[in-house]
């Protein structure tokens, strides 16, 4: 899945520990779904969402 989530980090001038603090995951979690390496949970996505607010799919692409 394709997603947009470091560049908006970035935006915010967030560290991967910073919005993994906000979103009570492992700073390598925030990394392996920067990566492509991880998909999140439904619930996670959605709180992602939130934390940066805006729509899931602004955020996450499913790759067809």
């Known amino acids: ?3 947009r989530l470091r560049v908006l980090r970035a935006e915010k001038g967030w560290s991967q520990a910073e919005l993994a603090e906000q979103l009570n995951i492992a700073r390598q979690s925030v990394n392996a779904i920067e990566n492509g ?3 999140p949970s439904l619930p996670l996505g959605m709180r992602i969402a939130r934390v940066f607010g805006l729509p899931v ?3 996450f692409e499913d790759e067809v």
């Open 1 to 3: 899945m394709k997603n």
């Open 37 to 39: 390496k991880a998909d």
């Open 57 to 59: 799919e602004a955020i």
